[in-house]
């Protein structure tokens, strides 16, 4: 990571990304990860300790493959994850429920009378209200009877199976051409789901990413070198629940929305109160094409350094949900 980054760079904190080559000898590592619940402490909103089991394996190798001209290396990493994480979230006060907000000043919007005993009588809730309301928001389960914020903990179950492999090969041409190509990918698949609030069921979530690069450079001179270099980079990021959203509204009384068999939860917004937005059906898909050439010239007491970068980024994806 550099920071006040040279003017090379398009912005003044960059992050810069170096791959290994491979030797004129053989050379590999074997590396291998644990982390339990039974290693970690207390998070500070948690009662005890959430479940993890965490298996990291890791291994690479690297050689040549033409002594002094062609090498390789090569990398493979592969987690194991599952987990429980603590959950908090806003839920309606049991009072609220019923009509009783607390207010000394709740009056009936149909003729501007204040409502007796500052109760809103159950004839005047709305039955598809308060059904969504028993659907999406469970009572309250930590905290005072009068807490609003963070009235409500849960688990999270997390099942992750990541996995990233990275290669390079590298080719000598004489002394004054040196070529390299580099690939990685990254594949990060979960599974989420468990008691939540708003109740989100579960999902999976497939994220993939994948770069490559390839790089020529040439000597014309101890003090003249010459730097091209094209890359690829893409991001892709997709998430599956499990819950349909028209089930869901059909069972709470919601008529009159056509759309049908859309799997994601439907969004109810409510001021105060944890959204329903959480785990939305869509897709994330983001391209990057860039190539650069950069010239350093070193002349006396005098070094320079010139060059381009172009780069053509694309940006697409969709999300499947409603605002309600």
Request: aromatic share 12%.
């Amino acid at each position: 990571t550099l920071a006040n980054s040279a003017a090379e760079f398009k912005s003044p904190v960059n992050y810069t990304i170096v791959t290994k080559s491979g030797t004129n000898q053989f050379h590999g590592s074997l590396f291998y990860e644990y982390n339990g619940g039974v290693m970690n402490a207390r998070a500070f909103f948690a009662a005890s300790v959430p479940f993890r089991v965490y298996n990291d394996y890791v291994m690479s190798v690297g050689g040549p493959i033409r002594k002094n001209k062609t090498f390789f290396f090569g990398d493979f990493d592969s987690e194991n994850s599952h987990g429980e994480t603590v959950v908090t979230a806003n839920t309606p006060l049991v009072p609220w429920r019923t009509g009783n907000f607390g207010s000394t000043n709740i009056k009936n919007p149909l003729t501007g009378v204040a409502f007796p005993n500052n109760q809103i009588p159950s004839s005047l809730i709305n039955p598809i209200a308060l059904a969504a309301q028993n659907y999406f928001y469970p009572t309250p389960n930590f905290g005072a009877p009068t807490l609003q914020s963070g009235n409500w903990r849960g688990i999270h179950k997390t099942i992750g199976t990541p996995k990233a492999f990275d290669g390079r090969l590298d080719q000598n041409f004489g002394e004054h051409d040196a070529v390299f190509g580099r690939s990685t990918y990254r594949h990060g698949a979960s599974t989420t789901g468990s008691a939540f609030m708003p109740p989100l069921g579960t999902g999976i979530q497939n994220r993939n990413s994948s770069t490559a690069v390839n790089s020529w450079t040439h000597t014309f001179n101890p003090g003249l070198i010459n730097e091209a270099r094209g890359g690829f980079a893409r991001n892709y990021n997709r998430y599956f629940p499990d819950l349909v959203g028209s089930d869901i509204l059909s069972q709470i009384g919601l008529t009159g929305i056509g759309a049908k068999g859309i799997k994601g939860l439907p969004y109810f917004t409510i001021s105060g109160l944890t959204g329903t937005n959480q785990s939305s059906n869509g897709l994330s898909l983001d391209t990057d094409f860039q190539v650069t050439d950069n010239v350093s010239w070193v002349h006396g007491a005098h070094a320079m350094k010139f060059g381009l970068d172009a780069i053509r980024d694309q940006i697409g994806g969709y999300t499947v949900g409603a605002i309600y």
